[in-house]
């Protein structure tokens, strides 16, 4: 059978590192808050001369280089992302250029913190209808650009990066690996939750990210607890066979009640908040990379992806590496 295989993983993070004591400098909040609230100790943030599309790019070189192939066998991109460089052309089209490989499917997709949950399915679906052979899947955000620096209750979650992966059409055996089972959403009677005050076709400004935090908790626990429900459903396994979690990473205190929802001991879930804090679109691929690359996701492991995002937006994939 056809599945889409992820062959490669990589990713990339701004060379400018903040940490809490940090970011209190010159906001009102401090270390002790921001880590009992969230986990996170320290973000990075993107220069000045670095956009979604460079940080994309050199995630998406890394992805090349671990699967062993030529940008010019891409044949599809897929870039998740809600801090694009401009409105149009599409971010994915960017990155073809800078890696040299024009000519196939490049385009974004929007679904915030779910973005990456949201390219992945699109592009095993396409991979599987045979619309290419051999795909980047990237999530890449500069969240920095669109936060208001003078609100406390958001600006201290948010970092900037990117996570890519390669992902090709292999026919394997029924326990080979490759994506098994995705499942998404969307309701967005949940707008006002969280939401970005501008746009081109509203304000005419970029606006700035405006969040209510203790509802987005709460739907993001019961949501995420669900849509992994769905999944295991779709395929004969159970919670207990999975290998690894790699959930967004939005907040440790998020990860740890869903771990609990599903029975799920915490060791399997790959946590990077602490590190990074939440990159939106960019957080699945870039703790994937991570975990991949630090040697605990290894070939063969169960891998269980989950995200939740404005919108709100939600879904998961679990995928044999
Ligand atoms: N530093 C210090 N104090 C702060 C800060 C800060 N950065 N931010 C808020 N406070 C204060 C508030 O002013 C408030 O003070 P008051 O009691 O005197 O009024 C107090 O801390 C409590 O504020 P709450 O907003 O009620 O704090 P809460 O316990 O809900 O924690 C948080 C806030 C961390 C945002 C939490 O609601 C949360 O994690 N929500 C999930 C949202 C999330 O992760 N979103 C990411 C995007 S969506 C996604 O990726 C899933």
């Known amino acids: 059978m056809i599945r889409s295989v992820i062959t490669g993983t990589g990713s990339a993070l701004p060379a400018n590192c903040v940490t809490n004591a940090e970011l209190a400098e010159r906001v009102d909040t401090s270390d002790d808050w921001i880590v009992e609230r969230t986990g996170i100790r320290q973000r990075y943030i993107a220069d000045e001369d670095e956009f979604t599309s460079t940080l994309a790019t050199k995630a998406a070189r890394a992805a090349l280089e671990a699967a062993g192939i030529d940008a010019s066998e891409i044949g599809l991109i897929v870039l998740a992302t809600a801090t694009p460089d401009h409105t149009f052309p599409a971010t994915a089209t960017q990155v073809q250029a800078a890696l040299g490989c024009g000519g196939g499917i490049a385009f974004d997709v929007q679904a915030v913190c779910s973005g990456f949950l949201y390219a992945l399915a699109t592009?095993?679906?396409?991979?599987?209808?045979?619309?290419?052979?051999?795909?980047?899947v990237i999530g890449a955000e500069t969240f920095s650009r669109i936060l208001d620096w003078e609100d406390r209750t958001t600006c201290v979650l948010f970092g900037d990066g990117a996570g890519a992966v390669v992902l090709e059409?292999?026919?394997?055996?029924?326990?080979?690996?490759?994506?098994?089972?995705?499942?998404?959403h969307a309701e967005g009677a949940h707008k006002d939750m969280l939401y970005v005050d501008g746009g081109p076709s509203t304000t005419g400004t970029v606006g700035h990210l405006r969040m209510k935090g203790r509802e987005v908790f709460r739907h993001a626990v019961v949501n995420l607890a669900d849509v992994l429900k769905e999944v295991l459903a779709d395929t004969d396994l159970n919670a207990g066979d999975i290998d690894w979690v790699v959930p967004h990473q939005a907040n440790a205190r998020i990860l740890d009640a869903t771990a609990r929802k599903l029975d799920l001991p915490s060791e399997k879930v790959v946590v990077t908040v602490d590190r990074h804090a939440n990159t939106s679109a960019a957080s699945v691929p870039l703790a994937l990379d991570t975990a991949v690359r630090d040697g605990r996701i290894k070939q063969g492991d169960l891998v269980m992806f989950e995200a939740m995002g404005g919108g709100f937006t939600w879904g998961a994939s679990l995928a044999r590496m």
């Not at 592009?123 to 980047?136: C, F, I, P, Y």
């Not at 029924?174 to 995705?182: M, R, V």
């Open 123 to 136: 592009a095993d679906s396409m991979l599987r209808t045979g619309m290419a052979q051999k795909a980047l």
């Open 169 to 184: 059409a292999h026919d394997v055996a029924e326990d080979g690996p490759g994506i098994l089972a995705s499942r998404l």
